[in-house]
């Protein structure tokens, strides 16, 4: 089955119900996994430990994706300069959100980041929403995904329930997740400055 039409098909079954086991029944919405969207095989080791209280929120910078296609092949274009050109371990997000308003695994809840920093990679997890979002804001499917995203964590237990956000530039010096975004992230209910 081609990559496109597996990863349909996942959606569709986990939508239904009918590709989860029974332990997998938390308010979830449909996570694209690695082996779905062809990730490379990881070599990090460091683990978190969960529930992290904090959550950091970046975008790529790079152009949008906003199709399963065009989005696994973004999400795969990350991971190669990640690994390939810094030589990293892998993906430096915990999850990546497409404009299509899918979650892309990248480290998953258990493996420590590089997303921020060595102060803040070992104590949360991080978000990155795959596009530009300095003079335009995601679309709203892409927001959905990620406040689904974030409800999961807290059911999985890998969030605490009192989390709280920070856009990337509260604990880096930069202009990521964009202007747009940044005001969006300030809005909700567990932002935190």
């Known amino acids: 089955?081609?990559?496109?039409?597996?990863?349909?098909?996942?959606?569709?079954?986990?939508?239904?119900?009918?590709?989860?086991?029974?332990?997998?029944?938390?308010?979830?919405?449909?996570?694209?996994?690695?082996?779905?969207?062809?990730?490379?095989?990881?070599?990090?080791?460091?683990?978190?430990?969960?529930?992290?209280?904090?959550?950091?929120?970046?975008?790529?910078?790079?152009?949008?994706?906003?199709?399963?296609?065009?989005?696994?092949?973004?999400?795969?274009?990350?991971?190669?300069?990640?690994?390939?050109?810094?030589?990293?371990c892998d993906v430096a997000y915990n999850f990546l959100i497409g404009e299509d308003g899918l979650v892309y695994e990248g480290r998953g809840w258990d493996t420590q980041g590089a997303h921020s920093g060595p102060t803040w990679n070992s104590k949360s997890i991080g978000i990155s929403f795959m596009g530009n979002y300095m003079d335009r804001a995601p679309p709203q499917r892409a927001l959905r995904a990620a406040q689904s995203l974030l409800a999961c964590g807290v059911a999985r237990g890998a969030l605490r329930t009192n989390y709280e956000v920070k856009g990337h530039r509260d604990v880096r010096d930069t202009d990521s997740p964009g202007d747009r975004l940044y005001d969006i992230i300030r809005t909700w209910p567990h932002y935190r400055y």
């Not at 997998?24 to 490379?40: H, K, M, N, Q, S």
């Not at 959550?55 to 690994?83: E, F, G, L, W």
């Open 1 to 88: 089955m081609s990559s496109p039409c597996a990863l349909l098909t996942w959606t569709l079954l986990t939508l239904l119900g009918l590709g989860a086991t029974r332990e997998d029944f938390t308010p979830c919405g449909p996570i694209v996994p690695r082996r779905e969207w062809g990730a490379l095989p990881s070599r990090c080791e460091q683990r978190l430990d969960l529930p992290v209280r904090y959550v950091v929120v970046s975008h790529t910078a790079a152009i949008p994706c906003d199709t399963p296609t065009s989005c696994m092949r973004q999400v795969q274009n990350v991971q190669h300069y990640h690994m390939r050109t810094r030589g990293w």
